[in-house]
């Protein structure tokens, strides 16, 4: 192994390197370029946001056979906690940012969330809080969609995990303190927005802490509680698995943290292109009107092969920007060694842009996912993939379908026809009209 030469690649000065490269608009035609001299596997050297800013020596990743090198065939020899080092202050044993035995612990204890009692109460929630947020909007207008989305996205979240009736202004201002923490987790600690993010994980577990007494107080009384601070109180009571309050208090970060934003910006970006192809728009919603038959829908009502094409297809082109991973050992790929100490980095955003993968890549075509043998296992990592694939995919698909479903009922949907959308821009707003 100590034999094999190091990928190639040009890592550029020392410490900086090609940091100026992870910008939005520059990453995706570096990337290209790489790809393009280099093949699937280049060598680069970047500053990233950890607790101490520092430079890494970067395996560049990209394309199916990486993606399964990384995902699958070695992904017990790659570091969540080194790779999302830039978390740990934020979460200390959180499932993302943590390996190994303390990783099985995490899974272990947060496997309730993903339980079907929970998302028949969730599906309820989506529906609820999505036509009180719909009720704000009037007959017609012109929004950005951003904020809606995300306050129904983490008020359904919020039902699961600690199912609480707030006051609306207490409930508001919850609201702000969680996306001010989400905004700045991945920022340098010198911003800003991280030292503001870290002020508001103070006060947000101020609140969870109040809720854990709430939740004992009910469940000694023998209420029956379906939210998952109580289910991780109840193992614990039970002898399950050590978890402390902090423990308890970093999951429900954690959870909020990794179901929320990716979840509203999917929706919006869904919506965006389904504003802008009014034709796709009305076949879109014959299949979501079918969704919402039942006052109160069952997973097995939301079924369409159409819908889910649309949603992959905005997940290939909207998807996580960049996943980080610590290397534990000296390893190889294509020819080349990777040494430990290195970080890999992967992006679902550039891979899902290859164009030998998916032809004609910024162009919004659905149709790829309707034949899915045309996509090559391991291209799609919109979800990631093998073990440590996301555990929320099928409350965020629901989550996603129930509130498109909402919206088409209720509204027509136009966008400005000189909008132009381009890999580096961000969803523009949207104009309604009411169908009633
Ligand atoms: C459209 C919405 C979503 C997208 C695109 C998404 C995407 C992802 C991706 C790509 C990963 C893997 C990250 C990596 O390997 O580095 C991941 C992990 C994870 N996701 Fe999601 N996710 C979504 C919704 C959710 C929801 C709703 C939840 C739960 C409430 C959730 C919880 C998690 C957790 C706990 C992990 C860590 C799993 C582990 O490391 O074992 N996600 N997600």
Not at 177 to 185: D, H, K, Q
Not at 366 to 374: D, S, V
Request: hydrophobic content about 45%; glycine content about 4%; charged content about 20%.
């Amino acid at each position: 192994m100590s034999k094999l030469p190091l990928p190639p690649g040009t890592p550029g000065l020392p410490v900086i390197g090609e940091s100026a490269k992870l910008t939005s608009a520059r990453f995706l035609p570096w990337v290209q370029q790489h790809y393009a001299r280099f093949g699937p596997v280049w060598h680069t050297r970047m500053l990233l946001p950890t607790r101490v800013p520092q430079s890494f020596e970067i395996a560049m990743l990209v394309g199916p056979a990486a993606h399964r090198w990384a995902m699958v065939e070695h992904w017990r020899d790659l570091s969540w906690h080194t790779g999302y080092e830039f978390l740990n202050p934020f979460f200390e044993s959180g499932i993302l940012n943590s390996d190994e035995e303390e990783h099985a612990a995490a899974v272990k204890a947060v496997a309730p969330v993903f339980n079907s009692n929970y998302t028949e109460v969730y599906l309820r929630t989506v529906l609820s809080l999505c036509e009180q947020q719909l009720a704000l909007w009037g007959t017609q207008g012109t929004r950005l969609l951003r904020d809606d989305l995300r306050l129904i996205t983490l008020g359904s979240i919020e039902r699961i995990l600690f199912e609480t009736d707030m006051e609306e202004n207490q409930q508001r201002q919850f609201n702000t303190l969680w996306m001010t923490f989400i905004a700045g987790l991945a920022q340098m600690p010198w911003q800003r927005t991280y030292r503001q993010a870290l002020r508001a994980k103070r006060a947000i577990d101020q609140i969870l802490a109040a809720l854990i007494v709430h939740e004992q107080t009910l469940l000694s009384q023998g209420q029956p509680r379906t939210n998952v601070i109580a289910s991780l109180l109840r193992a614990r009571e039970y002898g399950a698995y050590r978890l402390t309050d902090a423990g308890v208090m970093s999951h429900i970060r954690m959870l909020a943290f990794a179901g929320h934003e990716t979840t509203s910006s999917t929706l919006e970006w869904l919506i965006v292109y389904l504003a802008r192809d009014p034709a796709l728009q009305s076949q879109v919603r014959v299949a979501t009107n079918a969704f919402l038959r039942y006052a109160t829908p069952r997973h097995q009502d939301l079924a369409s092969s159409l819908v889910d094409a649309v949603i992959m297809e905005v997940m290939r082109l909207h998807p996580m920007f960049l996943m980080l991973r610590g290397v534990t050992k000296d390893l190889e790929f294509n020819g080349y060694r990777i040494p430990q100490g290195w970080m890999v980095m992967l992006s679902p955003f550039a891979a899902h842009r290859l164009p030998e993968v998916f032809p004609e890549p910024e162009h919004f075509d659905h149709t790829r996912f309707l034949a899915p043998q045309q996509v090559p296992p391991y291209a799609m990592i919109a979800f990631g993939e093998g073990k440590r694939s996301c555990p929320g995919s099928h409350l965020a698909w629901t989550m996603i379908k129930l509130v498109l479903a909402k919206i088409l009922q209720f509204y027509d949907l136009t966008l400005d026809p000189a909008t132009s959308l381009t890999y580096s821009s961000d969803p523009p707003p949207v104009a309604y009209q009411s169908r009633a």
